[in-house]
């Protein structure tokens, strides 16, 4: 029993630490390792707040490196609610605290987010992000 808990346990480090490489990536800006984090699947799914639904990594990166772009400064804060495994599915809920300097504006903002994560080999991608405003 100690076998399967010892093996639950580091694969939800590892799919932690996936989470992690993926607002490490969104608070620095950067779409190489956003690209590191994200499968490359036709069937990905991104939803940012107040936004529509994106299908695919190409027009998944395309809207990271827009909003990259349009963004001089970014600070993420993650608190994870709840974690689970399923075999080679994960899902991570969050709430996510953002600040971001946009032009001359400070905005500030919360979402509850919930990211899938894909096994494939010994790593794990991030194959949907759908995240919802918080209203104050």
């Avoid at 989470?19 to 939803?47: P, Q």
């Avoid at 990271?64 to 993650?78: A, G, P, R, S």
């Amino acid at each position: 029993m100690r076998n399967i808990e010892r093996d639950i346990r580091q694969g939800i480090d590892a799919v932690l630490a996936a989470n992690e490489a993926f607002y490490r990536a969104f608070e620095k800006r950067s779409i190489d390792a956003m690209s590191e984090v994200w499968s490359k699947g036709t069937g990905c799914l991104c939803v940012h707040p107040g936004r529509g639904v994106l299908m695919g990594w190409d027009n998944i990166h395309d809207s990271w490196e827009q909003i990259f772009h349009n963004t001089h400064y970014l600070e993420v804060d993650v608190q994870v609610k709840s974690s689970e495994i399923s075999g080679s599915l994960a899902v991570v809920v969050v709430v996510e605290s953002i600040m971001q300097v946009v032009g001359a504006r400070r905005l500030e903002a919360k979402s509850i987010a919930t990211n899938v994560f894909e096994r494939m080999g010994a790593s794990w991608f991030l194959i949907h992000h759908h995240g919802s405003p918080l209203m104050r």
